[in-house]
């Protein structure tokens, strides 16, 4: 395994610097999050190392909630479910659907209720361990590469907005750059070059300070917005709304790499063997839906939002290990607090049951 991560690097690197030097000496963040993350066969997600696992035994990196505890995907059954009855349609898609933890879950709890579960999934590998995992459900669920033109149904996405390629930028002696990616001596390095870019919000303050745009995972939305023609969509993933991310105080950004369950925060270093993420954005994810057609459904914790769906008496029917598994879903100083859940509809407003209490969209 280790031989393969050294090999998987090395070509990682050798494709960066190449890019590098058509691109005259310096790509952009965003372009080079893209090849570590996504090139053919090289690429963290699209090489054939394990990711998702509940432990560094497992030869994975990092643990998803569908993986920590199953009554993740059954709280959640019961906002789909509902979703599907308001919006009247049948279908659910899944976007990066991971070990196929959460699809498998779906599946059982709403049995007849989805017609066809279409995953979107560009990983490869991903893909065959979905496949093996859905192996049950096979007659329903199939696999696509793209978006069709047109859907109808609810949309899944779990930890999906926060691995979108983003931009960074850097405020130094008052003046904001775009930081990217050069070669020195070698090796990969930090360049950054004069921009006329900002975040949405100035930072308060006059000291140094780097942060993120999310140029990409907005145009995801928007895409969404577009093609979605009866449904709703649903997005759970961790961040902040607009006023948290750019405070004054959060002068570093949220960029980070995990890999063998342990954090980073350098892309720079062994890229194709760790996954890179970034916080999201929230207020910039629900301007982007409303801009282009979907209305914001519900904003809330993740914790709050399972409350609602119904994970209590859940957990009093489990054992104790599955209730501090699942626990952790709720908890603020775990994933309670920071996780949120976004959704977004087409159609009629109605009050969705993971919203029912807490809802936080005025914060957006």
Aim: aromatic residues 10%; proline residues 5%.
């Amino acid at each position: 395994m280790e031989e393969h991560g050294t090999s998987v690097t090395t070509a990682v690197h050798r494709l960066v610097a190449e890019q590098v030097a058509r691109a005259g000496g310096w790509l952009p963040f965003d372009r080079f999050m893209a090849l570590a993350l996504y090139a053919p066969g090289l690429g963290y997600y699209a090489n054939l190392s394990r990711k998702f696992g509940t432990h560094p035994g497992t030869g994975s990196d990092f643990v998803t909630a569908p993986e920590m505890s199953p009554l993740f995907g059954r709280a959640l059954a019961a906002q789909v479910r509902e979703a599907l009855d308001r919006t009247e349609t049948d279908e659910v898609w899944e976007f990066g659907a991971g070990s196929g933890a959460l699809a498998g879950e779906l599946l059982l709890e709403l049995g007849s209720r989805v017609r066809r579960f279409t995953i979107v999934e560009l990983s490869a590998s991903l893909r065959e361990r979905q496949q093996e995992a859905l192996g049950p459900f096979a007659e329903r669920v199939q696999w696509v590469n793209e978006l069709p033109e047109s859907m109808r149904g609810v949309v899944i996405g779990n930890e999906v907005l926060d691995a979108m390629p983003v931009k960074l930028l850097a405020r130094t002696n008052y003046v904001w750059h775009e930081r990217g990616v050069s070669v020195a001596d070698g090796r990969l390095a930090w360049k950054d070059v004069l921009t006329h870019l900002r975040p949405p919000v100035e930072p308060a303050g006059q000291h140094d300070y780097v942060t993120e745009i999310h140029h990409q995972a907005e145009a995801f939305i928007r895409t969404i917005a577009d093609r979605l023609k009866a449904g709703a969509a649903f997005f759970i993933d961790y961040g902040f709304p607009e006023a948290e991310y750019y405070h004054e105080q959060r002068s570093t950004g949220t960029l980070m790499c995990h890999h063998g369950h342990m954090a980073d925060p350098d892309p720079l270093a062994a890229p194709g063997q760790k996954d890179i993420t970034s916080h999201v954005n929230f207020t910039s994810i629900a301007v982007a839906a409303q801009e282009a057609g979907l209305a914001t459904l519900g904003y809330a914790t993740q914790g709050r939002f399972l409350v609602n769906c119904g994970i209590g008496p859940l957990m009093e029917a489990s054992g104790l290990k599955e209730q501090i598994a699942a626990q952790r879903l709720v908890a603020e100083h775990e994933m309670g607090e920071l996780f949120k859940v976004i959704a977004f509809h087409h159609g009629p407003f109605w009050d969705a049951v993971g919203f029912r209490e807490g809802d936080r969209t005025y914060t957006l």
